[in-house]
């Protein structure tokens, strides 16, 4: 089993700056994509950003330029850096790690990101 904690979440003024981080526990298998998920109240879950483990990354439009994914595959961890933070980024941020090839999907319990303006 695999579980994921995440922290580095807070509040911040537009246009400051937060790190989150997510370190995950137990066997994952080498070939997987972990990332960063957001959902606010009464919203779906969107995708933030994610990175394979082969180092490709995806960035949702809205955060290209502003956010920043890393990992480092020996510790199991992936991180979230977040500068130039908007009001919209509000949310609480989910980290998710999914196993390659078939998909089994594993999530953290999620860190609330709030940004006043």
């Known amino acids: 089993q695999v579980h994921l904690v995440e922290s580095g979440g807070g509040l911040v003024q537009a246009g400051g700056s937060l790190r989150l981080s997510c370190a995950a526990s137990?066997?994952?298998?080498?070939?997987?994509?972990m990332g960063w998920y957001r959902q606010n109240p009464g919203k779906q879950r969107e995708l933030a950003a994610t990175?394979?483990?082969?180092?490709?990354?995806n960035y949702a439009d809205s955060v290209k330029g502003r956010f920043t994914i890393s990992r480092d595959n020996a510790k199991q961890t992936v991180y979230l850096q977040m500068n130039s933070l908007k009001a919209e980024d509000t949310a609480v941020y989910y980290c998710?790690?999914?196993?390659?090839?078939?998909?089994?999907?594993?999530w953290g319990q999620g860190t609330q990101v709030t940004v006043s303006s």
């Open positions: 137990g066997s994952i298998f080498s070939l997987n994509v």
């Open positions: 998710s790690v999914r196993e390659l090839p078939f998909g089994k999907s594993y």
């Open positions: 990175m394979t483990s082969g180092g490709s990354t």
